[in-house]
């Protein structure tokens, strides 16, 4: 498990300085039905009513990468952390 504090300083390519940012675990939104890359899956997919590859039986991964959302506090600007592989993460107050 990690913790990561729910407030970082650490450089923004807006301000072009180093500023605090609030940390979030990164979510990703609902798929759009709609969307070219959607609709020509469902296209490939479509026939007779079998599945497009064959279904894994196994999981080969046991964790996802979690990705952290960090938001400037300055200017509003949203960079992405590169996710690591982990069981849990969790945000924490930093105690003073």
């Given at each position: 498990m990690a913790k990561y504090p729910k407030?970082?300083?650490?450089?923004?390519?807006?301000?072009?300085?180093h500023t605090e940012h609030s940390v979030t675990i990164y979510k990703h939104g609902k798929r759009r039905s709609l969307a070219e890359g959607e609709r020509r899956?469902?296209?490939?997919k479509k026939g007779y009513g079998s599945k497009r590859k064959?279904?894994?039986?196994?999981?080969?991964?046991?964790?996802?990468?979690?990705?952290?959302?960090l938001k400037?506090?300055?200017?509003?600007?949203?960079?992405?952390?590169e996710g690591i592989r982990l069981k849990k993460a969790e945000l924490t107050e930093v105690v003073k």
């Open positions: 407030v970082i300083v650490t450089y923004c390519p807006k301000c072009r300085t899956y469902a296209r490939k064959p279904e894994q039986k196994r999981f080969a991964k046991t964790t996802k990468k979690v990705v952290l959302k400037c506090q300055k200017c509003g600007y949203i960079i992405h952390r």
